[in-house]
């Protein structure tokens, strides 16, 4: 009992701090029980925060703020009119027929393993090959049966897709105009001694807004940089597997190390066991070492530095929580975490000597 009143009033005697525990208790609690009624508000938000630096970089030439809000959202729009009717047809096309080969795929790779045992008997063994190729089928299979579930919803999600695909651009519009009426209508029913609160809201706005811009582009140019390679390589599928590229630098450390079963497959099932392999691999590999060592440094130079063991521990627990956006904002949401706890008020607990001192008569 008397460990945990010290711990009390060493961290949880200040009204700041107990107002900034109610509010990321509650805030938490709303995502948790409600953030699949309020996917298209929540992913409105997020995109709405996004375009945010934009049209803060366009008001800082003098541009009225609903001239900059009107100009970033119609570029918005077309890029999504982009994305729908130019990316989407030719990705959708490669995905159908990736699924079509994927028989002829499996069988071919699996034969070409089969030789690999011949070849190099003092590395692998025909009876750790097996092994490994069954843990393979098991996961086709589990990936099947996913594929299966899902289209059998497919027209309900299609037209989920549709409401989302008109509301969404439209709530985006709204929280970039109304910017100021939102947060004040917000503020108003927040408690007033709320000091703390927005010290630590200030402290991470920045780092989280870097985060999710910078992350965006750093998914759009690992793509395009991926997909081209894999073009003039002759690679399959080169703008679907650019995409697991792209898509594998949300997860830091382990997206990379994923995506590489797939690329190196790909290659394997295409050429074999032969030189353009080693190319495609190299050509992979260079992407990733650009990727890690210059681009994200360069967008993502303001996000504060946390040890991979963190990232990995934030990736799994956040994803653990809320499934891909978890896993998207893992790196911001440990950086609230840091933010928080560097805030956080402490009280020295006194020491027995000097509560003796203290209880003493003057």
Known sequence: MHLLKEWYQKYLTDPQALILALLLVVGTAVIIIFGDILTPVLASLVIAYMLEGLVRFLQRYRLPRMLAVLTVFLSFVAFLVVVFFVLLPSLSIQVAEAVTELPAMIAKVQHQLM?????????????????????????????????????????????????????????????????????????????????????????????????????????????????????????????????????????????????????????????????????????????????????????????????????????LFFGGIWGFWGVFFAIPLATLVLAVLKAWPRKEAKTESEQGESNQPS
């Not at 025909?126 to 098991?138: G, I, N, P």
């Not at 390589?233 to 898509?247: N, T």
């Not at 590489?260 to 394997?268: R, S």
Request: one cysteine or more.
């Open 115 to 315: 030789r690999l045992p011949e070849r190099y008997p003092e590395i692998i063994t025909r009876e750790q090959l097996l092994d490994v190729l069954k843990v393979f089928q098991t996961g086709l299979v589990k990936m099947g049966e996913n594929l299966l579930s899902y289209s059998m919803a497919s027209v309900r999600g299609l037209i989920t897709f549709l409401v989302y695909l008109i509301l969404m651009p439209l709530m985006v519009y709204f929280f970039l105009k109304d910017k100021e009426k939102i947060l004040a209508w917000f503020s108003a029913y927040l408690p007033e001694n709320r000091r703390l609160s927005i010290q630590v809201w200030h402290e991470v706005d920045q780092q989280i807004g870097n985060y999710i811009r910078g992350k965006f582009w750093e998914i759009l140019i690992i793509w395009s940089v991926s997909w081209v390679a894999f073009y003039f390589l002759g690679l399959k599928f080169a703008m679907l597997m650019g995409l697991l590229v792209g898509l594998s630098v949300i997860v830091p450390y382990i997206g990379v190390t994923v995506t590489t079963i797939p690329v190196a497959l790909m290659g394997f099932y295409q050429w074999g066991a032969c030189q353009e392999v080693i190319y495609l691999l190299v050509a992979y590999g260079i992407i990733q070492l650009l990727d890690g060592n210059l681009l994200a440094p360069l967008l993502l130079s303001e996000v504060v530095n946390i040890h991979p063991v963190g990232i990995i521990t934030a990736v």
